[in-house]
């Protein structure tokens, strides 16, 4: 690819949510009040399942893993909106923007790894229960979190490289409140049709392939469930974790697949689905879970009263 002749881009100028400051007070308001209402959730679910000795189990682990990447996700785009709603002009740095491709892209893919070893664990518990504690036994799972891990950093590796060759010579606005290959994409001053296809393939592709499969997969686990059991406490229990792992697939893969399995084109609603891609939902995958798991509100319940609540006393 050509690069001589043009001036390297030092900075890019981000657009925001909107330009009126009324309603960017008004989702600060909103924003923060969420933020600060989810985020300690998730911490507490994490200390929850770190100090509850009854919660060992490997849905437990994962399940805590699974909030720390979430809280991790939703802050690699959060802590710079607040800032920038109350900045005119919102700009960021192109290594600041190359960091934050880092974090949403390693992140992100280890967190859709996590949600498919998560289901693995599901179908383990269902259909080998007899021998679900030599499966998936807690060397497996450290072993199944690291590779997560490794492939979200392999996949950042491929979406920056292709990002930190194209050439930025002129127009340096991103419609959008952050960085990410979509937007940056569309100010190369280049064709990037190659790079776009790659990326299309590494992360559309690859998060259709996956929503595909996990749907498939606790489709099956429902269907033996309805067929071969009772109606009895276990089988309600194993249902309602099905329906848990099923709306938390729908809400990480839905947006996702909206935003990176398509041409990089600009819509309306890119912005509405980025915001629930990137802040919303990750906090609230983990609520999703805890709402509907018994022990872990139980667990919850005995944390606060024997910590917190007996401290104030």
Known sequence: METTNYTRVTEFVLTGLSQTREVQLILFVIFLSFYLFILPGNILIICTI????????PMYFLLANLAFLDIWYSSVTAPKIFVDFFVERKTI???GCIAQLFFLHFVGTSEMFLLTVMAFDCYAAICRPLHYTTIMNRHLCCILVVVSWMRGFVHFIIQVALIIRLPFCGPNELDSYFCDITQVDRIACANTFQEELVMIFSS???SVVCFIALLMSYAF?????????????STNRAMSTCYSHITIVVLMFG????????PF???????????????????????IYTLRNKEVKTAMRKLINEYILCKEK
């Open 50 to 57: 770190r100090l509850d000795p009854h919660l060992t189990s």
């Open 93 to 95: 740095s192109f290594g």
């Open 204 to 206: 559309g592709l690859i």
């Open 221 to 233: 686990l429902l269907a033996m469930l309805k067929k071969h059991s009772g109606s009895g406490e």
């Open 255 to 262: 947006p996702s697949i909206y935003i990176y399995a398509r």
């Open 265 to 287: 084109d600009s819509f309306s609603l890119d912005k509405v689905v980025s915001v629930f891609h990137t802040v919303i939902f990750p906090l609230l995958n983990p609520i």
